[in-house]
């Protein structure tokens, strides 16, 4: 299997570290000739993970993804959210037969929907060729080589364990699943309540009352899966076997660490947005960007029509979009935690 990346920022950095361990020799789309010279020259990206070290022989180094999609079976997208459209919509043609593998943990936000979703509805992707890595794998730990887990969810599991091979190395564990939708939507949703750790210690709430708010968020978490899943079940639009885990790495272990981990992009953000920066200001200072903050406009937005019970989610929508002021809204979700 001939594999591509698409992506340069921290988590991409780290896959094409991830595959080139693994003996892959990868096509590697970075963002700018300033990373592409770079690694060339010092054999690492001057911007992100820089003690990463890479073997060039391995590498096919370009700034246009064209490149990786004409020279690749599989094709790994390792983007923000915001900017997937544009590495797919000038290029349908030469990605419709394409094994293509998720690792975005964000939302489309110009329509709300998933990358597979919004594949089958832009490529007319066959969704059997898609497959979403997630789970708690923070890239600063993958360059580390400290042990992660990674989950591949995939309609074709055959497909799925067939991608894993390649990214299973002495430092990642994989582990296999067929539930597309709600690996994805757990990813988002951890986001959007690590944005909430990070306001409530900047509000100066403690440890104590932390613990109870991530707990009561991994119940949202499940409500809100648990209904959406009944709600594409309905259409038929997914085939779920067995009972979901909610405890798995996939979905509990990734809302923690993204909530507690000192490299949480997100709780960093949210802990800016409590100590009283703005949007603007938060988004400016981390120079990364934190999904999170568009996630909870999305999940507001599906919620309309889902109607869960999604306080939390709810209140931190309303600070970030609506200008609601931390304390106010924490004061609310005080009211709903148990």
């Known amino acids: 299997m001939r594999i591509g990346v698409i992506g340069s ?11 080139t361990d693994n003996g892959n020799e990868i096509s590697w789309c970075v963002r700018s000739n300033d990373i592409l010279e770079h690694l060339q020259a010092k054999h690492s990206n ?35 959210s915001e900017f997937v459209a544009s590495y797919i919509d000038p290029f349908i043609e030469l990605l419709s037969d394409k094994i293509i593998v998720s690792a975005v943990k964000g939302i489309l936000p110009s329509k709300n929907i998933l990358m597979n979703e919004y594949l089958h509805q832009v490529v007319a992707a066959d969704p059997k060729n898609y497959v979403a890595i ?16 990674l989950t591949f969810a995939g309609v074709e599991t055959s497909l799925a364990e067939k991608v894993a091979i390649h990214f299973k190395t002495s430092y990642i564990n994989t582990i296999i699943s067929n539930d597309v939708f709600g690996v994805q939507y757990a990813a988002i949703l951890k986001n959007v309540y690590a944005l909430g750790t990070g306001i409530l210690q900047g509000i100066g709430y403690g440890d104590n009352f932390q613990s109870v708010f991530v707990a009561n968020a991994a ?31 996939v979905y509990l272990g990734d809302l923690l660490v993204t909530c507690y981990s000192p490299y949480s992009r997100n709780r960093a953000f949210g802990l800016m947005i409590g100590r009283g920066d703005s949007v603007e200001s938060a988004s400016k200072s981390l120079q990364m960007v934190a999904e999170g903050y568009l996630a909870s406009r999305s999940i507001y937005e599906l ?33 709903h935690l148990v």
């Open 9 to 19: 920022g921290s988590w991409g950095t780290a896959i094409a570290k991830i595959l």
């Open 46 to 80: 001057p911007t992100y993970l820089s003690s990463i070290e890479f073997d060039l022989d391995a590498l096919q180094l370009t700034t246009n993804p064209v490149d990786v999609y004409q020279a690749s079976d599989c094709i790994v997208f390792a983007v923000p």
């Open 134 to 149: 997630m789970g708690p794998c923070h890239a600063e730990e993958v360059a580390a080589k400290k042990l992660s887990f």
């Open 219 to 249: 119940g949202e978490m499940q409500v809100f899966l648990d209904q959406f899943e009944e709600a594409l079940n309905a259409k038929r639009t997914l085939n779920q076997i067995g009972e979901i885990n909610y405890s798995a790495s």
């Open 303 to 335: 919620n309309i029509k889902l109607g869960c019970p999604m306080p939390i989610a709810l209140s931190i929508y309303k600070i970030l979009w609506e200008g609601l002021s931390p304390a106010q809204a924490f004061h609310h979700i005080e009211q």
